[in-house]
């Protein structure tokens, strides 16, 4: 059976983005579903100063250790001002320097979603430019708006927006 990950790039305990990656995640047929949050990995802020001292926190090596299982990934990102969480990033950054092609060359679906009309769609673009440089096989995109109004009762209610996640997930389901 292949493994999902999923991601909800930010460290909110509340966070929408990790609501979404793991709905997204659950919406894939016959997959095991590994659902990461990234408050269980513990690691410093990323320097080249500190990794000199530590080489490698134990947290990014048991991250990597799951990434490298993988066969896909939903990954949705909070946007703080217009650019990835610092949570995110972190662990974005330690993970590079392990392999720079931090996903793997596997499929993945790139979210974003935010209580605003444009749903991240700035850090959207940023991780869309920068993520197929480093090993992901991007099989669709998606700017979610307005979380709200949209994602209710654990359940998209917006018919547009619940049929552009189902036709991604179908592509997603033949790349796997």
Not at 16 to 40: C, M, Q, R, W
Not at 137 to 157: D, H, R, T, Y
Request: hydrophobic share 45%; charged share 20%.
């Amino acid at each position: 059976m292949k493994n999902i990950v999923t991601i909800g790039g930010s460290n909110s305990k509340n966070s929408i983005n990790k609501i979404l990656a793991e709905y997204v995640g659950s919406l894939v047929n016959n997959v095991e579903l590994t659902n990461v949050d990234l408050n269980n990995f513990e690691m410093p802020l990323f320097s080249v100063d500190v990794e000199a001292q530590i080489e490698r926190p134990q947290g990014v090596k048991a991250l990597n250790e799951i990434i490298e299982k993988a066969d896909g990934f939903v990954i949705s990102l909070a946007e703080h001002n217009g650019a990835y969480a610092t949570a995110f990033k972190n662990a974005f950054d330690w993970l590079s320097r392990i392999d720079g092609k931090v996903w793997k060359d596997k499929p993945m679906l790139l979210l974003a979603t935010s209580p605003g009309a444009r749903g991240g769609q700035t850090v959207l673009d940023v991780a869309a430019g920068r993520f197929p440089y480093m090993g992901a096989q991007i099989i669709g995109s998606l700017a979610f708006p307005s979380f709200f109004e949209n994602f209710k009762e654990g359940e998209i209610v917006n018919t547009h927006l619940k049929r552009a996640i189902e036709k991604m997930v179908s592509d997603f389901e033949k790349a796997l």
